[in-house]
């Protein structure tokens, strides 16, 4: 009997990069998932948008940790492991950002509060690309994000992890419990599925997926971030080129 094995995949930027592109993973992913392997996916964003881009996620993988591992959960929504950050925290926190969008998110959705119970991941918007899609502005709002990044860690990098964070609609700096991690979450799942970490795959582009691409067998996309890239074993062009090494 073939030996099972799992693989990971953060979604923007690597999962999703384009609509065709989705379909062909989508495809690859399931061929995957037949064999008796374990497919989960691990995000910042929130489970309500992973089903969004993932219509049935049932039938394509077996778990998310979601809010940059924070949340995981089986497919099917089903809730494995949280982590909450503590009120007091994210106030303290909110001080260093000034007129700034927040938004708060729990297990599964976004909420309008704080004040909501089981808050996982803050976002401080820094900049809305769709209102200010300007190169100049960009750049001043990447700048401005990873300096108020380092301004979090150094003041709360015992309490909250917080990432930089940049999608196609805005540029942020996100928070979450000093207990979430992608790479975190991953070894929860494994463990309950009695997978060796040298059996597991993980694919990632950004900064908030050093971690797990360093900790197993990683993947960084080839137009991703340059500090991603460094820690992964195989840099490549599209996930084709994983699912050829891992489907063997």
Do not use: W
């Amino acid at each position: 009997m073939t030996k099972k094995s799992a693989a990971f995949f953060d979604i923007d930027g690597t999962f999703y990069i384009s609509k065709s592109g989705l379909k062909t993973n989508i495809k690859l992913a399931k061929q995957y998932r037949e064999k008796g392997n374990i497919l989960g996916f691990a995000t910042g964003r929130t489970y309500e948008y992973f089903k969004k881009v993932i219509k049935q996620p049932t039938k394509l993988c077996d778990y998310i940790a979601s809010n940059h591992g924070g949340v995981i959960l089986k497919s099917d929504g089903t809730l494995i492991e949280y982590h909450p950050i503590d009120k007091e925290i994210i106030s303290e926190v909110t001080k260093i950002f000034k007129n700034t969008d927040i938004s708060y998110h729990d297990i599964y959705n976004t909420v309008i509060s704080y004040n909501k119970p089981n808050i996982t991941k803050v976002s401080y918007k820094i900049l809305d690309l769709e209102k200010n899609y300007d190169e100049d502005n960009i750049q001043k709002a990447k700048e401005e994000a990873t300096e108020l990044n380092e301004k979090v860690k150094k003041e709360f990098g015992n309490k909250v992890n917080s990432f930089r964070v940049i999608t196609d609609r805005s540029v942020y700096v996100e928070i979450v419990s000093i207990k979430a991690e992608k790479s975190l979450a991953i070894k929860k799942i494994i463990e309950l599925e009695n997978i060796s970490s040298k059996d597991v795959y993980t694919v990632g582009d950004d900064e908030t997926d050093i971690e797990m691409v360093r900790e197993f067998n990683g993947f960084a996309m080839e137009d991703g971030n340059d500090k991603v890239k460094d820690v992964a074993k195989t840099i490549i062009k599209d996930l084709s080129q994983v699912f050829d090494i891992i489907n063997t």
